[in-house]
């Protein structure tokens, strides 16, 4: 099969030039923003990098100390030359985040920069109603997962990083979901046999729909990974720090379904049969087919692999803009387990859609592909 254009900063694609060329610059500025008690010399390096970004500088390498040296050495040598909008997308992003991190100084004092966005979220009250709702469904094991998984596929919409996105919350209309493999899926969560592994995206309100997920398999008798970025990167993504926050504020609540469910994670952590799993690898430019084996071995032989977001469809998909008719299994032929790709639409890349439906979409919405009101739960079994 012959590969498909990886996306690129330029403006050979209007989504990818907007977001380094803009939004980047103002998650920089929003981070601050939030952050007062920033050093100066860390302002001065923020604001240094917005305007490298906005203005096509060439992008710098990375400094020493740092333990992931070799991995960003040897990405950055491989677009040796690049400037910040003529280079890969998913380069260009992913890297960005970790000169952030580089910038806060975050491996010398595990002091996340985007703690009180975080905050702000569970702060709410759309995330504990949700929650709420996740925790009173009723029916069959089958019936409440089958439910599960579409309250999950749109948590995803909440994104601290793309305001977009959040606008349309997490009710969506009956044509919204473009693929919806739910059914087989359940089959498979149900009658399959080893380790559910669910591959993070954002923490907030995806991460609460998530843990319910987990829970309800945890109580079935199925053992879960939950595979974390290392630190903190894409504003919301999720960290193990965040994971323990979580259990926290659930065991917190008032209402006993809440705290139940917050006790009954915490357990299955102690007991084993819940982990957490964080690796460099998730933060990394790294596309899924070029997995490392460490990655690779640790899905053989898994019930289900559900890979979660934006970001980590477009690290399967190896960022390319594959016809959207290309199937699914096409693309995904490397991959050593089932899985489940689920995700609201933020960004161009997108596969095994039926044939026909990119362009009926692109007469009704010219920025379905971009603006997170639709979604996919679509599945390699």
């Known amino acids: ?85 003529h280079t890969d997308w998913f380069y260009a992003e992913v890297y960005f985040y970790r000169l952030l991190i580089q910038i806060v100084r975050w491996w010398e004092t595990g002091r996340d920069p985007f703690l009180p966005k975080k905050k702000e979220e569970y702060a709410g009250t759309r995330v504990w109603e949700l929650l709420a709702q996740s925790q009173a469904l009723e029916g069959s094991h089958e019936d409440k997962l089958y439910d599960l998984l579409s309250l999950v596929v749109w948590g995803n919409r909440i994104d601290l990083s793309f305001a977009a996105s959040m606008e349309h919350g997490h009710t969506a209309d009956a044509d919204d979901l473009l693929v ?70 659930l065991e917190a609540r008032r209402e006993t379904a809440i705290q139940s469910l917050g006790q009954r994670l915490r357990a299955h952590v102690e007991t084993g049969r819940l982990r957490f799993a964080p690796d460099a690898y998730w933060n990394s430019a790294i596309a899924l087919p070029d997995m490392p084996q ?25 960022d390319r803009l594959w016809p959207a008719d290309t199937p699914l299994a096409d693309v995904v032929d490397y991959f050593p387990a089932p899985l489940l790709a689920m995700r609201a639409l933020k960004s161009d890349p997108i596969v095994g859609l039926p044939a026909g439906m990119a362009q009926k979409l692109d007469q009704i919405d010219s920025q379905w592909r971009v603006n997170g009101k639709r979604g996919v739960l679509q599945a390699r079994l």
């Open 294 to 318: 460490r990655i690779a071995q640790v899905f053989e032989g898994a019930r289900l692999v559900i890979i979660k977001g934006d970001a980590n469809y477009r690290r399967m998909v190896s």
């Open 180 to 249: 919806d493999d739910r059914e087989k899926v359940v089959k498979q969560l149900v009658s399959g046999s080893g380790t559910v592994h669910l591959i993070a995206d954002n923490a907030g309100t995806e991460l609460a729909m998530d843990c319910a997920l987990i829970a309800a398999l945890l109580d079935a008798g199925v053992e879960v990974m939950l595979h974390l970025k290392l630190h903190p990167t894409f504003v919301s993504d999720a960290t193990v720090p965040d994971l323990w926050t979580f259990i926290d504020l």
């Open 1 to 85: 099969m012959i590969k498909a254009p990886k996306i690129r900063t330029d403006t050979s694609n209007a989504f990818a030039h907007h977001t380094v060329q803009v939004r980047i610059p103002g998650i920089i500025h929003d981070t601050q923003a939030n952050n007062p008690d920033f050093t100066p010399a860390m302002n001065a390096a923020l604001d240094e990098l917005a305007e490298e970004m906005t203005n096509d500088a060439l992008i710098r390498p990375i400094v020493l100390p740092a333990p992931d040296w070799e991995h960003w050495h040897a990405v950055n040598q491989a677009h040796a030359g690049d400037t910040w909008l």
